[in-house]
């Protein structure tokens, strides 16, 4: 059995340093993008909670304030099923970017998915559900699409569900012959 090797990106403030740690958060900022540990994720999260502070409140407040309601909108979040390939992203960089708009990632689409983000070659039985439940879409095709949504700070479903051919199985193959 083969394995598969993931090469996980190293932390640029630590690479700065001559130092090697596994940039695990990522930070998009228009067309730029860092990977980040904990650690500097944090002091980053920091800098920008003063940055756009509107009336300079204390960020420790703000903090413990909204302790309660992250909570509460967790249990809350809306799911979205995510299929094929989108341009800039790997897997789990759009995962993330999603998870921090505020959504969940599901597997499936149901009654209660708010959307689908298509993106090339996606998964037939996942464009299959969501036209079942009239799941609204993200055509993530073209490129571009879903990185200027996320660069906005705004997810909207953008149109029709693509056609998408079923993958090929051997069967398919030998049918055709």
Not at 28 to 33: I, P, Q
Not at 62 to 77: F, K, L, S, V
Not at 78 to 106: C, F, K, L
């Amino acid at each position: 059995m083969a394995r598969r090797m993931m090469q996980v990106p190293a932390c640029v403030a630590h690479l700065k340093k001559g130092e090697e740690v596994p940039g695990i958060v990522p930070l998009t900022l228009g067309d730029r993008f860092w990977d980040l540990c904990l650690e500097h994720a944090e002091r980053f999260g920091a800098h920008f909670e003063e940055l756009f502070s509107l009336d300079g409140e204390d960020a420790e407040e703000e903090e413990e304030e909204g302790e309660d309601e992250e909570e509460e909108e967790q249990e809350e979040r809306p799911a979205v099923v995510i299929t094929g390939n989108v341009d800039g992203y790997t897997a789990p960089e759009i995962r993330s970017a999603v998870e921090r708009m505020g959504y969940t990632i599901a597997g499936h689409a149901d009654a209660n998915t708010a959307f689908v983000i298509v993106g090339k070659r996606p998964a037939s039985h996942k464009i299959k559900e969501a036209r079942e439940h009239e799941t609204p879409v993200i055509n993530a095709q073209e490129s571009g699409v879903l990185k200027a949504m996320i660069s906005a700070g705004e997810l909207k479903p953008n149109g029709e569900m693509p056609a998408v051919k079923g993958k090929l199985t051997a069967a398919d193959v030998r049918e055709g012959e």
